[in-house]
């Protein structure tokens, strides 16, 4: 059974940075690739795309815009997880950040099979 845990969620000030972390585990199908994407959600909002790792290797990325160039989404083999820098972060960026995985490339659609149980993120102004 696939089982993903997120890390590294906290409180910061406008401007400061965050790491999450997703580990993965349960996952042994060497014929498949594992894709993982985070997402993030606020009460009474639908759950939002943020990044995602498009391909094998981790070199192919996607970024909601509002976003972009501040978060970088990378994969940490060694670990066997996926890390999302968030950096320059903004009061808007407060949400609980959750991590999913998934055998197909939902993109940024809230559709891959697996979901961690999420990283609360405030950030304060």
């Known amino acids: 059974q696939v089982q993903l845990a997120e890390s590294g969620g906290g409180s910061v000030q406008t401007g400061g940075s965050l790491r999450l972390s997703c580990t993965v585990s349960?996952?042994?199908?060497?014929?498949?690739?594992?894709?993982t994407a985070w997402f993030r959600q606020v009460p009474g909002k639908e759950r939002e795309g943020v990044a995602g790792?498009?391909?094998?290797?981790?070199?192919?990325?996607q970024y909601a815009d509002s976003v972009k160039g501040r978060f970088t989404i990378s994969r940490d083999n060694a670990q066997n997880a996926t890390v999302l820098q968030m950096d320059s972060l903004k009061p808007e960026d407060t949400a609980m950040y959750y991590c999913?995985?998934?055998?197909?490339?939902?993109?940024?659609?809230?559709?891959?099979?697996?979901w961690g149980q999420g990283t609360q993120v405030t950030v304060s102004s």
């Open positions: 999913a995985a998934d055998t197909h490339v939902w993109y940024l659609a809230p559709r891959y099979r697996h």
């Open positions: 349960g996952y042994n199908d060497p014929g498949f690739y594992l894709y």
């Open positions: 790792l498009l391909d094998d290797d981790g070199s192919v990325t």
